[in-house]
């Protein structure tokens, strides 16, 4: 190999490197632009206000039943109607049209780490390079069950792990606003599953270890469970 190709391959490598190092930057900015739009999308789609007609349920257990039941005084108690204090708040009802990968879903907001951003439906690239990502297979935030949140660790997800157990955060969707508390961190391999629980969860989920400029075959997974919602009245009304 003469000097002259030598010369061609390392500045071909040279050029190579810079970009992987600068790429995070460039996704970083591409979706710190993105989600500024998608929030305004999201704010105004989304903004649920506390009212008389919009309750807030605390500590609530939604029991789903087969078959109605008769109460003491002898009415009849829908199965959609009967709660049971002291469990968990009330769930998020089942949607009636499912959302359309890239479409926005909701807002996600976490005071402790200066998060307000909206969420989009699906965890692939394209959905991931602008905003967090709600994983189609798991159940909507609010659900029983375990939602999961996706984002990158160089942006929305950078700074995850200072998200510790007791420390609450939002998600406001169209059936509402549903508040978790996390339970706790783990850091699971990229093929690795969460259980899917039998009360309204959420996983927060992003590459780990935060930092790394790099794929990775590691995620760091924040767990919380629903400690209140507020669900919007024509929510309501589709129970009943």
Known sequence: MTRKTLKKVSGGLIVLGLLVLLFPFFLF????AMSNALREEAESSYNVENSPENPVQEL???????????????ETIP?????????Y?????????????????????????????????GTGQKELAKAPGHLPD???????????????????FRQLDQLEEGM??????????????????????????????AYPAIALETCYPLDALYLTDKRLFVEASLIKSELKPKQKESLN
């Open 79 to 87: 199965a959609h109607e009967e709660y049971q204090t002291g469990l």
């Open 60 to 74: 609530t257990a939604y029991i789903i039943s087969e078959k109605d039941k008769s109460s003491d005084t002898g």
């Open 89 to 121: 708040p009330e769930p998020a009802p089942e949607l009636i049209v499912q959302p359309k990968n890239g479409e926005v879903i909701g807002m996600l907001t976490i005071p402790n780490l200066g998060i307000n951003e909206a969420i989009l439906e």
């Open 168 to 197: 609450e955060f939002s998600v406001t969707t169209e059936q509402g606003v549903f508040t978790f508390s996390v339970t706790g961190q783990q850091i699971l391999n990229v093929n690795d599953t969460l259980p899917n629980m």
């Open 29 to 32: 900015g591409y979706s710190k």
């Open 138 to 156: 798991s159940v909507f935030p609010g659900q029983i069950g375990t939602s999961i949140i996706a984002a990158h660790n160089s942006s929305t």
